[in-house]
């Protein structure tokens, strides 16, 4: 039997900009998604990339007095570097300076035109230099004549360049919103979107002519592509559909592109219309997060709160790789409301939730087998003690972690697995195996206790994976299990623990200092 494909996707980052937070983040995301389909055994595309074309990168090269591409191959390299900092675990990292994809773009293009759905035509109106984004009359008044990104004014432009006939799919992209209603998530931004589509459509241009630093159009040297439709085909191109059929072409449609807010539209509308055109199956979901904020104010580097991978870095020194993963999954800004960055917040995070939380209960579970049965796992009589049946709650939990996972929920999917973790804190208070040590009688009552302890520990470190590789692999290590990949739900079935096992007490989260981005 096939197994069941996933295909997740970061945008592509631009390289006239440096790695930050929102960078990390989003991949971050995508990784955790990635890895918990591969453990549940799914056969899992993950992509990310640079977009490296564009006028703001030809005049930062000129600035420099090097060449675009040279540009672009330093700053690509910096955020292939986030790979392995990170230890993300991408399938493929795309440059849509990739000949590859410059060939497929230009492949497509030429099949729009041949379609009728891209014609050449005047275009006068407002242009954001910052995004490279035109705007109409009525949307530039609205915006107050300003960027809604930068805040810099819009600029008169009159331009000829070629068209993508974005208004006869009007109808078309209405009733996908529709019948769709996940298509664009979360509900708010999905609304947002809806709103503005209902305004009425127009062509959007998908050629420039004021720069040269992009894939030429089609037997038209003069024009070269708007950076934006470019870069959008790069989740097509990467599994070399414009070349037909490949040995990648299993995984599409995507399950999730995942992107920040602030360029759902072209994914929401511009994206899906194009695949439209191009008679493609649309994604399954187009995830738009909001921001990071610091402090309670917007990130700034003239403020000193821009959170940039060196200010990261100093993080990951302090604490470790698997806190800063939890911070950004738990406390980060997936849904409609923005997410405050503080060191404090981090600090007590990590304390409450790692230290205090997962690392005392594995320290307190392991220490008490080392002690009380020389470090084998006890067997379990399979007696229910004060009421609390972990059969029953660890099946509840895995179901409710992994559909969690599954619907691109990991905020949920951590809460599952660290209620199972809680549950054991409570369950050692109230049992007392400590005092149940000083009885021998009582020796197949505390192994039991102690078996279930260890065991629910078992379940829940492998839920919390996907979000905290690094020490829970520690932990397997230590207890003697090893991390499934591709059979996730049969390893989470009650009684993966073998008695006789020998184990080791874990120290997984040490406590530190408050570190501070200062």
């Not at 194009?274 to 921001?291: K, N």
């Not at 604490?319 to 849904?335: I, K």
């Not at 503080?342 to 409450?352: I, L, M, P, Q, T």
Request: contains cysteine; proline residues 5%.
């Amino acid at each position: 039997m096939a197994q069941e494909t996933r295909y997740i996707t970061t945008p592509i980052y631009y390289v006239n900009d440096r790695p930050h937070i929102g960078h990390v983040y989003t991949t971050t995301l995508c990784d955790v998604y990635a890895r918990a389909m591969r453990n549940a055994g799914h056969d899992v595309f993950f992509l990310t990339g640079t977009d490296e074309h564009g006028v703001k990168v030809e005049e930062s090269a000129e600035k420099r007095g090097i060449t675009p591409k040279a540009l672009a191959d330093e700053n690509a390299a910096i955020f292939q570097s986030i790979m392995g900092l990170f230890s993300l675990t991408n399938d493929a990292f795309i440059r849509t300076t990739d000949p590859e994809h410059e060939s497929q773009v230009q492949t497509l293009v030429t099949k729009l035109l041949a379609s009728g759905d891209v014609y050449l035509g005047d275009f006068e109106g407002w242009y954001d230099q910052g995004q490279e984004e035109y705007h109409t009359e009525n949307s530039a008044r609205e915006l107050d004549y300003k960027s809604p990104i930068s805040g810099k004014p819009l600029v008169r432009a009159t331009e000829k360049n070629y068209y993508f006939r974005l208004s006869a799919y009007q109808e078309r992209l209405e009733k996908l919103f529709e019948t769709c209603p996940d298509f664009v998530q979360p509900v708010g931004r999905r609304n947002e979107v809806l709103g503005r589509l209902r305004e009425g459509l127009q062509d959007v241009p998908i050629s420039r002519t004021n720069f040269s630093w992009g894939i030429p159009m089609p037997d038209d040297a003069d024009h070269v592509i708007y950076v934006w439709i470019d870069a959008l085909f790069n989740y097509i191109t990467a599994l070399g559909l414009g070349e037909g059929q490949t040995d990648k072409d299993r995984y599409w449609p995507a399950n999730y592109h995942v992107v920040g807010k602030e360029i759902l539209w072209f994914h929401a509308v511009i994206w899906p219309a194009i695949l439209m055109a191009l008679d493609l199956p649309l994604p399954h979901c187009v995830y738009a997060h909001s921001f990071w904020i610091s402090e309670g104010r917007k990130m700034s580097k003239s403020l000193g709160n821009f959170i940039d991978l060196e200010e990261i870095e100093k993080y990951i020194e302090a604490y470790n790789m698997d806190a800063w993963r939890y911070y950004l999954v738990t406390q980060g800004p997936l849904g409609s409301t923005d997410a405050d960055f503080s060191a404090e917040k981090f600090h007590d995070v990590y304390n409450s939730h790692l230290v205090n939380t997962v690392g005392n209960c594995a320290s307190r579970v392991t220490a008490m087998i080392e002690k009380y049965f020389d470090g084998a796992v006890p067997p379990d009589s399979g007696e229910i003690f004060a009421e609390t049946d972990w059969k029953t709650i660890c099946s509840d939990g895995v179901q409710c972690s992994l559909r969690a996972m599954e619907t691109f929920s990991p905020q949920e999917a951590v809460g599952s697995a660290m209620s199972i973790v809680r549950q054991i804190d409570l369950f050692i208070n109230t049992t007392a195996p400590f005092k149940l040590a000083k009885d021998e009688s009582k020796q197949t009552e505390l192994g039991a206790i102690l078996y279930q302890c260890i065991e629910a520990l078992r379940v829940a470190s492998v839920l919390l994976h996907p979000v905290i590789p690094v020490k829970m692999d520690e932990l397997h290590q230590a207890i003697g299990v090893k991390m499934p990949v591709g059979n996730t739900h049969s390893t989470l079935a009650w009684g993966g623990m073998r008695p006789g096992t020998l184990i080791q007490k874990v120290a997984l989260f040490p406590r530190v200092e408050l570190a501070s981005s200062e």
